[in-house]
T-cell receptor
C-alpha cells in the first residue's frame, strides 16, 4: 500500500529564513502529488500540485515543490519565511488507479520572530 | 461565491446520541468526501461519493453513515456505534475523482 512520510512533526525557522518541509512517498508508479496548508481550526487549502510535466511546481504564497522520481520525494520550499506562514502543512499522494488521496501526518511550521 | 459550507462549526453531543454534520457545495462538483482528522495524524477517509445516489466506504466507515440525494449535499451521520467520535470532520469536493479536492472549513465534534 502507498504511504506518505513527512519528516518532522514540527519545523521551526526564523522569519526571513528558508523553509524546507520534507515529503517522501512509496510508490513504484509516480502518483499525483499535493501540498495543502491548514490554519488553526480551518479547512485545508491547496498550495500546489504535481500531475505531469515540469517537475518544479510553483504554488501560492511563494511556495514551490520539486518532484524527484529517483528520490520519491516532493519537498516544499519557500525562500523567505513570513510570520503568516505559520500553519500545518500536509503532503498527499493520489494513487493513479483509484485516485484516493493518501495523507502524510502533517508538519507544523513555526516561525520565530 | 462558490465554495463548500459545513455547519455547525462546533458541535457538542452526549454519548449515545446520533448526530448529523452538514456539507453543502455550490461548485457543481460530482464527487464529495468526508474525512476525519485527529491531532498528529493525517486525514482519514470515511466515505466518498462519485455521483448522486452512490457512495463508497473509505478506510474508517464503521460507525458512520452518509446519503447523497442531491448533487450539492453530502451529510454525514455519526452514530452511537462510533467508539471515538470526538474529532475534526472535513468535507471536500472535486469535479471528478481524478481532480483536485477542495475543502470546507470543518466541524469540530465533541462527544461528552
Amino acid at each position: 500500500a502507498q504511504s506518505v512520510t513527512q519528516l518532522g512533526s514540527h519545523v521551526s525557522v526564523s522569519e526571513g529564513a528558508l523553509v524546507l518541509l520534507r515529503c517522501n512517498y512509496s510508490s513504484s508508479v509516480p502518483p499525483y502529488l499535493f501540498w495543502y496548508v491548514q490554519y488553526p481550526n480551518q479547512g485545508l487549502q491547496l498550495l500546489l500540485k504535481y500531475t505531469t510535466g515540469a517537475t518544479l511546481v510553483k504554488g501560492i504564497n511563494g511556495f514551490e515543490a520539486e518532484f524527484k522520481k529517483s528520490e520519491t520525494s516532493f519537498h516544499l520550499t519557500k525562500p523567505s519565511a513570513h510570520m503568516s506562514d505559520a500553519a500545518e502543512y500536509f503532503c498527499a499522494v493520489s494513487d493513479r488507479s483509484n485516485y484516493q488521496l493518501i495523507w502524510g501526518a502533517g508538519t507544523k511550521l513555526i516561525i520565530k520572530p | 461565491d462558490g465554495g463548500i459550507t459545513q455547519s455547525p462549526k462546533y458541535l457538542f453531543r452526549k454519548e449515545g446520541q446520533n448526530v448529523t454534520l452538514s456539507c453543502e457545495q455550490n461548485l457543481n462538483h460530482d464527487a464529495m468526501y468526508w474525512y476525519r482528522q485527529d491531532p498528529g495524524q493525517g486525514l482519514r477517509l470515511i466515505y466518498y461519493s462519485q455521483i448522486v445516489n452512490d457512495f463508497q466506504k473509505g478506510d474508517i466507515a464503521e460507525g458512520y453513515s452518509v446519503s447523497r440525494e442531491k448533487k450539492e449535499s453530502f451529510p454525514l451521520t455519526v452514530t452511537s456505534a462510533q467508539k471515538n467520535p470526538t474529532a475534526f470532520y472535513l468535507c471536500a469536493s472535486s469535479a471528478g475523482l481524478a481532480d483536485t479536492q477542495y475543502f470546507g472549513p470543518g466541524t469540530r465534534l465533541t462527544v461528552l
